[in-house]
């Protein structure tokens, strides 16, 4: 059984500070972010000029596409944060740095343990190595017997690759013109020459 795909902060910023959220739902379909994740967008929506377009998306967007995952402690929660974290739930919470990717993980692996497949979209690296070892520990319980979903990665690249063609990305003038702009909100982003973008069989 699959769920609904939970997003970092991240790919939010570069797609819905773009006004490019209709892409990304067609691409990925229905999502879900964390309230650290949720609240880290608003956050820098409101303190960068340059994600403040997305403060708007995400007043816009209907429940049934976006879905905040409350971040209250559960056992499971707390369980899994402790355990990746190497500290207690509470005090993990305390600290802001890495928490929004730490929870889409977190939240994930909860579902994953539960026997859902899960997809997470998330480009930080540390996050996704984490999340990384996450889905290789699920793996290994799967092997092992345990009735355990699994944890897929994907990034804005690869959300970018899934549009390419498509009406939100036809042509690769389109794709020069988007993937400036993100680039002007994500120092991530390698050169769009060395993605691969360009040479996709689409074009």
């Keep these: 059984m699959t769920h609904r795909p939970i997003m ?50 995400l007043g816009k967007v209907p429940d049934r596409l976006l879905t905040v995952l409350s971040d209250d402690v559960t056992p499971d929660l707390e369980r899994v944060v402790s355990r990746m974290c190497r500290m207690p739930y509470a005090q993990r919470m305390e600290a802001s740095k890495d928490l929004g990717e730490t929870m889409v993980i977190a939240h994930a692996v909860v579902l994953a343990e539960q026997g859902r497949d899960v997809i997470v979209l998330i480009d930080d690296g540390g996050g996704r190595n984490m999340a990384a070892t996450e889905a290789q520990r699920l793996r ?44 002007t909100v994500d120092d991530g982003l390698p050169p769009l020459t060395s993605t691969g973008l360009l040479s996709l069989p689409v074009w």
Excluded: W
């Design 8 to 57: 970092d902060a991240g790919p939010g910023l570069n797609f819905f500070s773009q006004n490019k959220e209709r892409l990304l739902f067609a691409m990925l379909g229905a999502i879900c972010v964390p309230e650290a994740v949720h609240e880290e967008i608003l956050r820098k929506a409101r303190t960068d000029r340059r994600f403040s377009a997305a403060e708007r998306v």
């Design 140 to 183: 290994r319980l799967r092997v092992a017997g345990r009735p355990v979903g699994s944890l897929s990665i994907v990034g804005t690249l690869t959300i970018l690759k899934r549009a390419a063609g498509s009406e939100h990305l036809p042509d690769r003038a389109a794709l020069r013109t988007l993937y400036a702009k993100l680039r």
